[in-house]
């Protein structure tokens, strides 16, 4: 069991930086593939990165603006996000894997309960 908590969000201007945190509490953190997701209102959730042992991955509309890293000592997976514009405000969750990163929300095991982010224009 892994139990995941999200922190970071808040509201700000376009152009801002956030960084985005998540701890994680159980055994194994070291073992699971992390993800990011997020979802607007109104919208389904949307895969943003996720980092395996092996690498990392982005959906395109972050790729450049977003890394994804992690801390197995501190059992944290972060999210630093640059040059944020309005189009990146939502909901913002964490997510674990056991075997593998993936796009796909419903192939992961674990999840936090979200931090919102808002970026004003």
């Known amino acids: 069991q892994v139990q995941l908590v999200e922190s970071g969000g808040g509201l700000v201007q376009a152009g801002d930086s956030l960084r985005l945190s998540c701890a994680a509490s159980g055994r194994g953190f070291g073992t699971y593939a992390m993800g990011w997701f997020r979802q607007a209102p109104g919208k389904e959730r949307e895969f943003v990165a996720f980092?395996?042992?092996?690498?990392?991955d982005y959906v395109d509309s972050v790729k450049g603006r977003f890394t994804i890293s992690r801390d197995n000592a501190k059992n944290t997976v972060y999210l630093q996000m640059n040059s944020l514009n309005p189009e990146d405000t939502a909901v913002y969750y964490c997510?674990?894997?056991?075997?593998?990163?993936?796009?796909?929300?419903?192939?992961?095991?674990?999840w936090g309960q979200g931090t919102q982010v808002t970026v004003s224009s």
């Open positions: 980092i395996s042992w092996a690498r990392t």
């Open positions: 997510a674990a894997k056991r075997v593998g990163g993936s796009r796909v929300p419903r192939e992961y095991d674990y």
